[in-house]
Nanobody, 121 residues
Framework: QVQLVESGGGLVQPGGSLRLSCAAS????????MGWYRQAPGKQRELVAT??????NYADSVKGRFTISRDNAKNTVYLQMNSLKFEDTAVYYC????????????????WGQGTQVTVSS
């Protein structure tokens, strides 16, 4: 059984910073890409940032403000969010494309439960 557990969300004022963490655990053989997505009320889930190997990818709306990083030894991905804006308010979900020991030729995407980020004055 694989689990992704997120932490670090909360309430922050505009211009402030938050750091999200997501740790993957369970019978994991390998992890390919990890990433962060978000879903605001009434909107579809959208990509925020992803990382795979040495490459990273960001949504245009967060470039220069958010930084994704990863600790492979801990199966953990982070999202440092700076200069937060009202429009960054959303539930943030982490994702991991991984292979389990029980199905070694099968790559599957797992999702965390989501963590709320609210930017408000």
């Amino acid at each position: 059984q694989v689990q992704l557990v997120e932490s670090g969300g909360g309430l922050v004022q505009p211009g402030g910073s938050l750091r999200l963490s997501c740790a993957a655990s369970g019978s994991i053989f390998s992890i390919n890409a990890m990433g962060w997505y978000r879903q605001a009320p009434g909107k579809q889930r959208e990509l925020v940032a992803t990382t795979s190997g040495e490459s990273t990818n960001y949504a245009d709306s967060v470039k220069g403000r958010f930084t994704i990083s990863r600790d492979n030894a801990k199966n953990t991905v982070y999202l440092q969010m700076n200069s937060l804006k009202f429009e960054d308010t959303a539930v943030y979900y982490c994702s991991a494309d991984l292979v389990e020991y029980s199905r070694i030729h099968y790559l599957k995407r797992y999702w965390g439960q989501g963590t709320q980020v609210t930017v408000s004055s």
